[in-house]
């Protein structure tokens, strides 16, 4: 027999780990619940990966060869000429392609990545709204996630367009934000892309910032 003190005690403990163990089932299942959610919702009709390997600058000079590479997809927008007020469904679409897709953006560069930035082309008959949300709410966690960690805001660029129109996707230093090396833009499009229901996804990687970068170090303020 154990003292009631110890039996006491020991009712708390199990208690205790019973909440954290039953807190951590909850999260795990709404994880799973979204993923799924994110996953049945979700039309793709095509993804690509662009790779672009720069070895000089713009005006000729030799440079140590750096690679920008972007990740999109091609989805349908399910709420297309329709004021929705809930958008949660393309927050998970968002994360989802994330998780698809960015281990094999990241795997594609020659060397570690250092930069990143994510834009969406929205069809016409879709909202700007409808970007924002493929982007902003769940897309960051997965692509911090594939670049090993991230302490700085995601550049970003959403617009609403024609088929065949091309974005301008920001690019900058994942943990340091006003490193002005890295301040940079690549620019993707998909020739039959986004037809009027459809928005392209963008997520974009790079192993270095600039050829030859001369700017300076930080904004001059006098």
């Keep these: 027999m154990y003292p009631a003190c110890l039996i006491g005690s020991r009712a708390v403990a199990l208690m205790a780990f019973s909440a954290v163990g039953q807190k951590y089932a909850v999260s795990h299942w709404r994880k799973l619940r979204n993923l799924n959610q994110g996953k049945r919702s979700m039309d793709i009709r095509k993804t690509l990966i662009v790779k672009e390997t720069t070895e000089k600058d713009g005006m000729g000079k030799d440079c140590a060869p750096i690679t920008r590479v972007v990740a999109m997809a091609v989805v349908r ?4 000429g329709r004021y929705v007020e809930d958008l949660s469904p393309l927050f998970n679409i ?3 392609l994330a998780e698809r897709l960015m281990g094999e953006a990241v795997g594609a560069l020659a060397g570690t990545p250092i930069s ?7 069809g016409v008959a879709g909202d700007l709204e409808h970007g924002g949300a493929m982007i902003h709410p769940k897309l960051g966690k997965p692509m911090r996630a594939a670049v090993g960690g991230g ?5 970003s660029n959403a617009k609403v367009s024609n088929v065949g129109s091309s974005i301008d996707i ?3 230093h994942k943990d340091e934000a006003w490193s002005f090396d890295h301040f940079d833009t690549i620019t993707v499009s998909v020739a039959d892309a986004p037809r009027p229901d459809e928005i392209v996804l963008c997520m974009a990687v790079a192993d270095g910032g600039r050829p030859h970068p001369r700017v300076g170090t930080g904004p001059i303020t006098d």
Aim: proline fraction near 14%; hydrophobic fraction near 45%.
């Design 77 to 80: 927008n399910p709420f297309t």
């Design 94 to 96: 968002g994360g989802v």
């Design 116 to 122: 990143y930035g994510k834009a969406a082309i929205v």
């Design 151 to 155: 302490k700085a805001l995601i550049p």
């Design 170 to 172: 920001p690019l900058g």
